[in-house]
């Protein structure tokens, strides 16, 4: 059973960092494909960052190439996704998300299980 759990969203100042955590207990995430999705208010889900686990491939939406990386821990079966120069327009609920392993690391429809979210605020 997937339990995808993300941490680490909070209030920062524009200009700041953070780094969020995904993390399933119930899973191995070495064959999989585990995503970063975002949504704000009134918006579609839009795709931030994945990674093919084994491969260690990494793919990033245009908005935050060159601030943003997506890494794993092996040994604690977890992805972070390290957000630096955050602006106003990167608040949002954050989730992170498990598919297929040959699925499209952009389309939020290819992915099977998602987390709960956790909720990132950068002010100006």
């Known amino acids: 059973q997937v339990q995808l759990v993300e941490s680490g969203g909070r209030l920062v100042q524009a200009g700041g960092s953070l780094r969020l955590s995904c993390a399933d207990a119930g899973r191995d995430f070495s064959s999989y494909l585990i995503g970063w999705f975002r949504q704000a208010p009134g918006k579609e889900r839009v795709f931030v960052a994945a990674?093919?686990?084994?491969?260690?491939?990494?793919y990033y939406g245009e908005s935050v190439k060159g601030r943003f990386t997506i890494s794993r821990d092996n040994a604690k079966n977890t992805v972070y996704l390290q957000m630096n120069s955050l602006k106003p327009e990167d608040t949002a609920v954050y989730y992170c998300?498990?598919?297929?392993?040959?699925?499209?690391?952009?389309?939020?429809?290819?992915?099977?299980?998602w987390g709960q979210g956790t909720q990132v605020t950068v002010s100006s």
């Open positions: 990674i093919k686990w084994s491969a260690g491939s990494r």
């Open positions: 998300a498990v598919a297929n392993y040959y699925s499209s690391a952009q389309n939020p429809s290819s992915y099977d299980y």
